[in-house]
């Protein structure tokens, strides 16, 4: 009888801070965390490159630093903006990674969140393709919920925020249209790990 091909080991969830499953296209704009830091918060957003349209490819451009600034008015306004974040998950769920989870993508800005400044140091920052205060996909909280769920395993993540819990007043996304009773359910964290002001049900 023929012998069975031996089979392939399975590819490690993560390998380095990189998750198997998203495609990556690293950015140069990233650090080093502080020494013995790990990231305990999800730092969830919205994106869009120019704001509203969607399937473009400006948003992977703008984290590589590859935008064409005079191609449109809106670009002309965030002429040399450097900013990244760990991902991105497009309108029908395809998921880009620019950042390693071991380093420190530059998403948050100025920040605090529960009496800790800084957020960039100890967060992983997740783009949603949307506008802020409009409805997401259900493929976008499908990938937003496998992904976190790993984030969960690999990580001491306790917290899920979103932009605007980590910096009121000055950003709005993901806003309005972004279902955290969705996320929580899909992940079984209690209330206490989501922002007070949002809605989220308590676990069965």
């Not at 990244?84 to 880009?96: K, M, P, V, Y």
């Not at 990580?155 to 979103?162: D, H, L, R, W």
């Not at 007070?196 to 069965?204: G, M, Y």
């Given at each position: 009888m023929p012998q069975a091909k031996p089979q392939k080991p399975p590819l490690p969830l993560w390998q380095d801070g990189w998750y198997s499953f998203a495609r990556r296209m690293a950015s140069p704009?990233?650090?080093?965390?502080?020494?013995?830091?790990?990231?305990?918060?999800?730092?969830?957003?919205?994106?869009?490159?120019?704001?509203?349209?969607?399937?473009?490819?400006?948003?992977?451009?703008?984290?590589?630093?590859?935008?064409d600034w005079d191609a449109h008015d809106y670009f002309r306004s965030i002429r040399g903006l450097k900013v990244?974040?760990?991902?991105?998950?497009?309108?029908?769920?395809?998921?880009?990674?620019?950042?390693?989870?071991?380093?420190?993508?530059?998403?948050?800005?100025?920040s605090t969140y529960r009496c800790k400044d800084n957020c960039n140091d100890f967060s992983?920052?997740?783009?949603?393709?949307?506008l802020e205060g409009l409805l997401f996909e259900q493929a976008q909280y499908d990938t937003l919920s496998s992904l976190s769920a790993a984030l969960l395993q690999a990580?001491?993540?306790?917290?899920?925020?979103?932009h605007e819990h980590i910096a009121p007043g000055r950003k709005r996304d993901p806003g309005a249209g972004f279902n955290w009773s969705k996320l929580q359910r899909s992940l079984g964290l209690g209330p206490t790990s989501f922002p007070?002001?949002?809605?989220?049900?308590?676990?069965?």
């Open positions: 704009n990233f650090g080093p965390r502080p020494a013995d830091l790990q990231p305990d918060l999800i730092v969830i957003h919205a994106i869009s490159l120019p704001p509203g349209d969607y399937g473009t490819g400006q948003v992977q451009r703008l984290f590589t630093n590859q935008l990244s974040a760990h991902f991105f998950i497009t309108r029908d769920g395809q998921l880009w990674q620019f950042v390693s989870c071991n380093d420190r993508a530059w998403h948050a800005g100025e992983v920052g997740i783009e949603l393709e949307g990580y001491p993540i306790s917290q899920v925020a979103g007070d002001e949002v809605a989220v049900i308590a676990p069965n």
